[in-house]
């Protein structure tokens, strides 16, 4: 075998797909943001309502009021109660998925297609006019303060909210815990939720996207009603600062000795989701530690050396420089060897790159699941939701395989020596281990 050629050569042939999602666009004189695509699969409507105020959004030393206000903002407006929301719902056999990111505050879900105006206005008013009575906050807070104590008993969250803070320290809103802890939530009240929603959420940080079988002029105009005599000011830019990784290595044990698992979270700041590297960290971690099962880590950690449950890596770009993320869940007995093993791929991988071979076969397989991806009305809306939010234009999934099918191998071994710094990591280990 010519192990030079079949380091550097590449067979890959890029192959485009007639037609993309073509989406319209239109801004409403208000300033909320309408997507609308029209498909004919089903007799049904996808729709994405997001604002840009997520979990980033959280006041100063209140991390956690964006997630309780998620629980809370269906349990009644100022037309409807928290009975009638429901009903709403359930009669049309609706589920309403709530959903809070670093950046966005989301409304999702699938209707019939001859419901879509009235479930459209249901959504409108949540979004726009939450009541937030006092009884559903008190019973909401008491779900949340369970699941944060519940995060507090899992290793897995343990380790990645720990590596979280240590790579985003004082204060960053990457570092801060979504769902907050159970002092601050245990102290919120109404007035502050209220607040929190008047100072953050307005027109001009809302995008609706509509997909499905509903004709776009019929979509704008539905939009336009419920959306378009919203007013209020838009809030102050979120400026949400570039965060600089740690200048030594760092290890942080959290010690669970009832437990029977060790999750191991090991960590880099990377990039932002418009960093002109991101096509290229993407294909360079898809290799490390996504293809097939868990990629070059899952590879070594989980299949051949049988150390694992589970080993992968993750790639977060967002707003600002996010992370990427080592994980692995062990028996305690096999903590010390999977960190060394962990360190040996980072190793490799800066050493001797990433083979040509390797990158082909990771870039066919992310192009080849573009389509797969794109299947249902839901999917569809998620990704223009997307795309909205990050300003990748409205052909970006036309112009997808290109950008990864211009990514040279050079660039992708670059990316990997710019992030992975072994000396440099951050791990946390959490489980029935002391270190």
Request: net charge negative; with cysteine.
């Amino acid at each position: 075998m010519d192990l030079v050629s079949n380091r550097h050569t590449s067979d890959f042939k890029l192959q485009t797909s007639a037609r993309g999602l073509s989406p319209a666009r239109a801004v409403l004189p208000n300033g909320a943001t309408l997507l609308t695509k029209h498909t004919t699969t089903t007799p049904a409507v996808a729709i994405n309502v997001a604002m840009g105020a997520g979990s980033a959004a959280d006041p100063p030393g209140n991390a956690g009021m964006t997630w309780l206000l998620s629980r809370v903002i269906d349990r009644g407006t100022a037309l409807r109660t928290a009975a009638d929301i429901a009903d709403e719902l359930d009669s049309r056999g609706i589920t309403l998925i709530i959903a809070v990111t670093r950046h966005l505050f989301s409304l999702v879900c699938t209707c019939l297609a001859d419901d879509f105006e009235p479930v459209l206005a249901l959504v409108g008013d949540i979004l726009t006019a939450p009541s937030l009575p006092e009884e559903e906050l008190a019973t909401r807070k008491g779900e949340v303060l369970t699941a944060i104590r519940q995060d507090e008993d899992s290793p897995a969250v343990r380790a990645s909210e720990a590596l979280m803070a240590l790579l985003y320290p004082s204060g960053h809103p990457y570092g801060r815990r979504t769902k907050g802890s159970t002092a601050v939530v245990e102290s919120l009240v109404r007035d502050q939720l209220l607040q929190l929603h008047a100072s953050r959420f307005a027109p001009t940080e809302l995008t609706a996207v509509i997909v499905g079988d509903v004709e776009r002029s019929r979509a704008a105009d539905a939009a336009a009603r419920v959306f378009g005599g919203w007013t209020r000011p838009a809030p102050p830019p979120l400026v949400v600062p570039p965060s600089a990784p740690p200048a030594a290595k760092q290890r942080v044990v959290i010690p669970m000795m009832s437990k029977a698992q060790a999750d191991i979270a090991c960590g880099f700041v990377a990039v932002a989701r418009k960093d002109p590297d991101y096509y290229a960290c993407w294909l360079m971690n898809h290799v490390f530690g996504q293809y097939s099962i868990g990629g070059r880590l899952g590879d070594s950690i989980r299949e051949r050396q049988g150390m694992a449950y589970y080993a992968s890596s993750s790639l977060d770009a967002n707003v600002a420089p996010g992370p990427l993320t080592i994980r692995a869940g062990v028996n305690p007995a096999n903590v010390d060897r999977a960190l060394a093993s962990i360190d040996e791929e980072m190793a490799r991988l800066v050493r001797d790159g990433i083979t040509q071979k390797e990158l082909d076969d990771s870039r066919r397989f992310l192009i080849g699941s573009i389509p797969r991806a794109l299947e249902t009305n839901a999917a569809i809306a998620n990704f223009l939701q997307t795309e909205e939010f990050f300003g990748l234009g409205l052909d970006y999934d036309e112009r997808l395989p290109d950008l990864l099918g211009a990514v040279t191998l050079d660039q992708a071994n670059a990316a990997a020596r710019r992030i992975i710094r072994p000396e440099l990591s951050t791990v946390v280990i959490a489980g029935p281990y002391q270190g």
